[in-house]
């Protein structure tokens, strides 16, 4: 393996885990700080440091298989999620 295609694979790891620690990360702030909630998308994925609320709503979706707005709804809900 060259070095070029090592610093891709760790790039790729390293973007997987910072992914899975921001989306850990919104949904315990979500349960645990209700007020949170009432952030728009936009802001909660700055404040998570995504660039954009897109590329926060597309992994979130991939990773819960649910959009993070109809998450918030059925938090705000009490539903079963």
Request: proline share 4%.
């Amino acid at each position: 393996m060259n070095d070029s295609t090592q610093k891709c694979n760790f790039r790729q790891y390293f973007n997987a885990y910072l992914n899975t620690l921001r989306l850990n990360e919104v949904i315990h702030m979500w349960k645990s700080r209700p007020k949170t909630r009432q952030l728009s998308i936009q802001e909660t994925a700055n404040k998570l440091g995504y660039s954009t609320a897109q590329s926060f709503s597309k992994n979130f979706q991939e990773r819960y298989h649910i959009s993070p707005t109809y998450f918030l709804k059925r938090l705000n809900d009490d539903e079963p999620i």
